[in-house]
């Protein structure tokens, strides 16, 4: 054998005794977290139960704590059973680092009923501003809340992803980093699979919805389950941003009134998390003005909420960003940009059908981006793809709102009678 073989041989099996030993630690370090209050399940999974929503409860989710979450005029059906609430801890690997091993967190819920074969909705969140606004913990997440009422409360395991950076994971935010964001997802997958099994349910038919940052996240975590040959029946997504260069280039170069002001707190999310998961150092000195740095690294480290960093940033992203670092985006002049080009979710040719939800007064996405996959998927032959209207009066708020309605029926045309009994 020649030395050169032998070197690599050696080198991927030290790199491989690397991987096992960290995944042996984080496996440690999970039991340990778990404690008493946690069930110890396969593959370094914990568990355990942290409460039930009532069918009462579920119904004023869809009632009156959705009218306080949004003025969306809208009704949706009232809840059929209860649910119950797990919170699941989990190995996962950051790809964008050489799959160094993390802990990361997320629910699953599961519906009261006597059926052992259920539907699972995945369903990945849109953006949060600080760790604990996330599926694990539900009563801050009026999303997931919503979800479970309308979709665990009519027969469907929920399940979702807090990502890498949010709930108990301590990494930095992973925020629109795609490797990890689809990793995290699908490892949350295999996990509420091994959580389910001790449950004694059966996952059934997969389906896959998102809102806002949630909606490019299942974009990427459905193109991962795609190439891996694991079946999705069907995904809807509620505000896509479809292309973040696009959305960024807009930002700075073509304000809307319709622009809200924690936009900018987005945009220090993705330049902080580019910076960290993609080694591009120097990122946030280089694009954010002097006068906002700190304020913008405290805000990413959640040293600081948004009410505190909002009464520091301007109103626009243009007034927030160096004017060179601006300029750049007219030509695609730095590796940001180009890794938002990188990270675009909807360029392929998709084998699951899909729906996209956008409103015509949305103050995040407009309905160009929100839309984009629906004809260039007719023009390569994918998948069908249906761009949904959610109406004259839908923001973002109730671009969501709309799409979670409207999606569950859909979902339910793509079960057929009695294969989940």
Not at 313 to 323: I, R, S
Not at 378 to 383: C, E, H, L, S, V
Request: hydrophobic residues 35%.
């Amino acid at each position: 054998m020649k030395k050169g073989n032998i070197r690599n041989r050696t080198i991927h099996i030290a790199w491989y005794s690397f991987i096992i030993a960290q995944f042996l630690i984080l496996g440690f370090f999970t039991e340990a977290l778990a404690g008493d209050s946690y069930k110890q399940v396969t593959g370094g999974v914990s568990y355990r139960h942290i409460g039930d929503y009532s069918v009462e409860r579920l119904n004023r989710i869809l009632t009156s704590e959705l009218s306080e979450f949004s003025s969306f005029k809208i009704k949706f059906p009232p809840a059929k059973n209860s649910v119950s609430l797990y919170k699941v801890v989990y190995n996962t690997v950051i790809p964008e680092k050489g799959n160094r091993p993390v802990i990361a967190s997320g629910l699953v819920a599961v519906p009261k009923t006597a059926l052992k074969k259920l539907p699972v909705v995945s369903y990945q969140h849109g953006t949060v501003f600080s760790r604990t606004e996330v599926p694990s913990n539900p009563e801050e997440s009026m999303e997931t809340r919503l979800l479970i009422a309308r979709c665990a409360g009519d027969g469907y395991i929920v399940i979702g992803a807090d990502y890498i950076g949010k709930g108990d994971s301590n990494e930095p935010d992973s925020y629109m980093v795609k490797d990890s964001t689809s990793q995290a997802c699908l490892d949350m997958l295999f996990a509420s699979r091994a959580v389910c099994s001790d449950l004694k349910i059966e996952q059934g038919e997969l389906f896959l919805s998102g809102w806002s940052q949630g909606a490019w996240s299942t974009m990427v975590f459905r193109n991962k389950l795609e190439s891996l040959g694991i079946p999705v029946k069907a995904s809807a997504t509620a505000s896509t941003p479809n292309d973040l260069y696009v959305m960024m280039a807009r930002w700075i170069n073509n304000p809307s009134p319709l622009d809200v002001s924690w936009i900018v707190g987005t945009v220090t999310l993705l330049i902080n998390s580019y910076e960290n998961y993609y080694g591009l150092q120097g990122l946030s000195s280089a694009a954010i003005k002097t006068q906002y740095r700190q304020t913008a690294g405290d805000f990413y480290k959640n040293r600081i909420g948004w009410e505190e960093a909002s009464k520091v940033f301007p109103a626009t992203t243009k007034d927030f960003l160096d004017p060179d670092f601006a300029s750049a985006s007219s030509i695609v002049g730095n590796r940001f940009y180009k890794q938002l080009q990188d990270n675009q979710p909807y360029n392929w040719r998709y084998a699951t059908p899909s729906r996209y939800y956008y409103g015509k007064i949305d103050e995040v996405l407009p309905p160009y981006v929100a839309t984009l996959p629906v004809e260039y998927e007719k023009t390569i032959g994918g998948a069908s793809a249906e761009a949904v209207y959610a109406g004259d009066d839908a923001n973002h708020r109730g671009t969501f709102i709309y799409g979670v309605l409207d999606q569950k029926d859909w979902f339910d045309t793509f079960i057929k009678k009695g294969t989940s009994d």
